[in-house]
């Protein structure tokens, strides 16, 4: 897809959006190939990404509440502030890819290094997902405790839960048969 049929689909999108549907069109970006494409602040809610492919793509600030990203290939994209609120991440390829929650004291990310490991981050410290149980009280200490215990547990929450169903998912399709 070149630059101008993707800034034609996202300018129909945002007509889309901002008319209740009324005019313009739902992006339909189904098995694109945005590999790489600066999709920095770009207005994709409720669009149908399905299959495509984001390597490598810069989604930073993003606002993809909403959007079907199933079976999409995030590998080493940029996440950063990209709210993916209610978006459909089923079967999506997060490998290497950044996210990181915004609405937050603290700056945390969901990582998954080349080695495997899947991190959650949190300020300069990185904690396995396998290791947060025990280490979530020494998070909170570490941390300003009333942070904690107003957003830091379930940010955290949600960020292993994300990473839990990633590797299963992974892990699963790993499985010979």
Known sequence: MTK?????????????????????TRADLRDANLRGADLSDANLRGADLRGAD?????????????????????????????????ANLS????????????????????SWLKDGTTCIRIGCKCIPVAEYEAKKEELADANDRSWWDAEGQYIFGFLKGEATRYDAKKNADEVPL
């Open 4 to 24: 101008k049929d993707l800034k034609a689909v996202l300018d129909a999108h945002l007509l889309w959006i901002q008319s209740g549907g009324k005019e313009g």
């Open 54 to 86: 984001l390597r490598d793509a810069n989604l930073r600030g993003a606002d993809l509440s909403d959007a079907d990203l199933s079976d999409a290939d995030l590998s080493d994209a940029n996440l950063s502030g990209a709210d993916l609120s209610d």
């Open 91 to 110: 079967d999506a390829d997060l490998s290497d890819a950044e996210i990181t929650v915004i609405f937050s004291k603290y700056t945390c990310h969901l």
